[in-house]
């Protein structure tokens, strides 16, 4: 069964850092795209960030552009969202998904979260004094 497990969420203050992970089961990251999006009540789900297959290729929406990198370790099966100068507008749950890396690009799957075939559970994020 594949799955992904995403961890690391939590309660910051505004300025802060988290480092978010995505771990994957039942299959091997090795051949899929992997995308952070995140979704705040009342808002649509945003993609933030995405890194292709073997990591050499990013995408960062220009909301998250500097503050946020993305990062992947195949051996262990993980992507890893570092977010720093956390604001409260980056308070929504953050998910991540995989998507097979020969039917769609790092970018499109940043602005077209439907390609992806699988997604985690999500973990809450909150940035607030």
């Known amino acids: 069964q594949l799955q992904l497990v995403e961890s690391g969420g939590g309660l910051v203050q505004p300025g802060g850092s988290l480092r978010l992970s995505c771990v994957a089961s039942?299959?091997?990251?090795?051949?899929?795209?992997i995308g952070w999006f995140r979704q705040a009540p009342g808002k649509e789900r945003e993609g933030i960030s995405c890194?292709?297959?073997?990591?050499?290729?990013?995408n960062y929406a220009d909301s998250v552009k500097g503050r946020f990198t993305i990062s992947r370790d195949n051996a262990e099966n993980t992507v890893y969202l570092q977010m720093n100068s956390l604001k409260p507008d980056d308070t929504a749950n953050y998910y991540c998904?995989?998507?097979?890396?020969?039917?769609?690009?790092?970018?499109?799957?940043?602005?077209?979260?439907?390609?992806?075939?699988?997604w985690g559970q999500g973990t809450q994020v909150t940035v607030s004094s």
């Open positions: 890194i292709s297959s073997s990591g050499d290729i990013t």
């Open positions: 998904a995989a998507s097979r890396s020969h039917i769609t690009t790092v970018k499109a799957m940043c602005i077209m979260p439907q390609i992806a075939t699988t």
């Open positions: 039942g299959f091997t990251l090795d051949y899929y795209i």
